[in-house]
């Protein structure tokens, strides 16, 4: 029975008897059964575990300088700066002194006891938070440095950090716990499987959001740094953050919107990540023409729109078009039945070749000049064509610059724009 004792002794436990073995060594031994001798043990495991500290501390600084000193320049200041914020050397270093100053104070107050009980039942709890801290501050220090990975781009690294994390706070609850109780893991789970369905019931919310969170990284529907739109939560920036509950957006306006998960899979938004993927972004917008401009080219118009390089080709081939269909009408036909160019119809050609020739527009993509139904603001003109400008700024600049050509050549083909129905007298 006494050596199926030792053999299910607390490996913490050891430590102490191993202290005590090696002070021994050196002729120095404690009664048990004297305070004196415990009070003397206490005061040189301190000591001991104090050392260590220092050691273990002075070792983790210059491993932790050198993996600095060797890693990528692009994250060394996230790196040293998470390490200084975190304390991770400190973190790391306390764990073995703890737990040889928890060895100690199990065998100066035994477990059998109700007080040693109370102060293990402490201590298992201390060891959990030391560890998980430790555990934490780790993961925090490789999610800056699996961030700047290229792999790790599209990957939601805040949410599986936070898995992780929520992880081992349920395993570290439940290992100290059992060992508090002195009972099995296992047992412990079938006890709370009876207060399952009311905990679910209650954190109804947080669970559905942490499953929304598994399906965004699941399904890498948003990654940090897209731009995403939301309307009908007045969102429209850049993910900071992603989380297993929560989306961190910074809006183009610098507020900033906390969504939850569960919003990103239940309602419909935009990811503009396509955009930057494909180098390009699309442009469709309408100029609205009066139609009492739109007539038939005149022959002084034809010979001044002869002139443009982008339009030579065009009318030459329009005008022979023409002029076969018009040798099939018999000869007294009346002028009005002949087919003719419009000043629209050139310039609709004139904005497409223009689009064509553009260093901005995409020529392997679509490029539309259409017609679209006519209303009060006038005949709509929609330019339909992609830009290898995505960043905000390019493109709109971009686009200004095509629409202010289009815009300033309309005169050329005797073409106005509708005025304003405020302007109209």
């Not at 002084?300 to 329009?318: A, N, V, W």
């Not at 017609?371 to 064509?385: K, T």
Request: aromatic letters at 10%; glycine letters at 4%; hydrophobic letters at 45%.
């Amino acid at each position: 029975m006494e050596n199926e004792q030792v053999v299910t002794e607390p490996v913490v436990e050891h430590l102490g008897h191993f202290l005590i073995d090696v002070l021994s060594l050196f002729s120095i031994t404690f009664d048990r059964s004297s305070f004196i001798a415990d009070i003397g043990l206490f005061v040189v495991t301190s000591l001991v575990a104090t050392f260590t500290y220092l050691v273990v501390r002075h070792f983790m600084r210059k491993f932790i300088r050198k993996f600095i000193h060797t890693s990528s320049q692009s994250y060394n200041a996230k790196t040293k700066l998470t390490i200084k914020r975190k304390h991770l050397p400190e973190k790391v270093s306390v764990l073995l002194p703890y737990y040889l100053f928890m060895s100690t104070i199990e065998l100066i107050v035994p477990r059998t006891t109700i007080p040693g009980q109370l102060i293990d039942g402490v201590l298992e709890i201390g060891a959990a938070v030391l560890v998980l801290r430790t555990l934490f501050a780790v993961f925090d220090l490789l999610l800056i440095v699996v961030a700047n990975k290229h792999f790790a781009h599209r990957l939601p690294l805040h949410g599986i950090v936070q898995f992780f994390k929520l992880s081992f706070v349920a395993l570290a609850a439940l290992i100290t716990t059992s060992h508090i109780l002195d009972r099995t893991p296992i047992y412990l789970i079938s006890g709370v499987s009876v207060m399952a369905g009311m905990l679910a019931f209650i954190m109804k919310d947080t669970i559905l959001g942490f499953i929304a969170g598994i399906q965004l990284a699941a399904n890498k529907m948003i990654s940090t740094g897209e731009w995403i739109q939301l309307d009908n939560h007045k969102v429209d920036g850049t993910v900071q953050e992603v989380t297993l509950t929560t989306v961190k957006v910074k809006n183009w306006d610098n507020t900033i919107a906390m969504i939850p998960s569960q919003t990103l899979v239940s309602e419909p938004f935009i990811n503009w990540y396509g955009v930057d993927e494909t180098g390009a972004r699309r442009i469709k917008r309408a100029i609205f023409i009066d139609a009492e401009t739109i007539n038939f080219v005149d022959a002084d118009m034809l010979e001044h729109m002869g002139k443009f390089r982008l339009l030579k080709s065009y009318i030459d081939r329009k005008q022979q078009e023409i002029e076969e269909y018009n040798h099939t009408l018999p000869h007294d036909a009346d002028p009005i039945n002949f087919r003719r160019l419009t000043n629209l119809g050139c310039f609709r050609e004139y904005i497409a070749s223009y689009l064509a020739t553009h260093p901005a527009v995409i020529k392997d993509l679509t490029i539309v000049v259409r017609q679209l139904e006519s209303n009060r603001f006038g005949l709509p003109i929609e330019v339909y064509c992609y830009v290898n400008k995505t960043n905000i700024k390019d493109y709109e600049r971009a686009q200004a610059d095509l629409f202010d050509h289009i815009y300033s050549i309309m005169k050329e083909f005797n073409l106005k724009t509708v005025k304003p129905i405020s302007a109209i007298h």
